[in-house]
């Protein structure tokens, strides 16, 4: 075990790099950054959960987040999707149309202008395929879930929530700069 592992998976009850966190985190090293953590675990996940039953029902993980994102929503504006599926609007439109092309979704404009919106509808064939695929992916989602004891199950979401909430005020900070948030660059990958 290389050293740089060992750092980042101290013994149950051993302080973590994060335990005494300075301000400046003088003392943390790329690999327990937060946003490596996140992105390695993101990525395990997605590869060992997601992707089997999603390549079962021939789609890829793209496809399954928008068309199990639809199918919630039934109805849903395609601006609303792109932030739903935390997707760059490029990715979300390319899969879209893949979906539609397969009879899954449906696109309905509204509006007579240049900019009129766009919603994505659930067809009936995309609905089945949803309902035949969303048990195995909950049973797959909850066994991952269940590998963490009860206590740090509760104690990680409300964490994530949070996390999450401070991500989305720190997009809103950064908005109101500028008043749009234009010249930040979306990154895909490993952000460290």
Not at 57 to 65: A, I, K, P, Y
Request: net charge negative; glycine share 8%.
């Amino acid at each position: 075990m290389s050293e740089q592992n060992t750092s980042i998976s101290p013994p149950d009850g051993a302080q973590t790099p994060w335990h005494d966190l300075d301000e400046a985190g003088t003392h943390l090293t790329v690999d327990a950054f937060i946003t490596t953590l996140m992105s390695q675990v993101g990525n395990a996940l997605r590869r060992t959960i997601t992707l089997p039953y999603a390549d079962q029902f021939g789609l890829s993980v793209s496809e399954w987040r928008v068309l199990s994102l639809v199918a919630h929503a039934q109805r849903v504006a395609f601006s609303d999707l792109v932030l739903q599926s935390s997707s760059d609007k490029a990715l979300v439109s390319r899969t879209l149309k893949l979906l539609e092309g397969r009879g899954l979704v449906a696109l309905e404009a509204e509006g007579n202008t240049p900019r009129k919106k766009v919603y994505c509808v659930i067809t009936p064939t995309g609905q089945d395929l949803h309902a035949e695929a969303i048990p195995i992916a909950r049973a797959r989602q909850a066994a991952a879930i269940r590998a963490l004891p009860v206590e740090e199950r509760g104690a990680m979401y409300r964490a994530l929530l949070k996390l999450r909430a401070y991500c989305r005020e720190m997009e809103e900070e950064g908005r109101g700069e500028d008043g749009n948030g234009k010249g930040r660059r979306e990154t895909l990958g490993l952000d460290i």
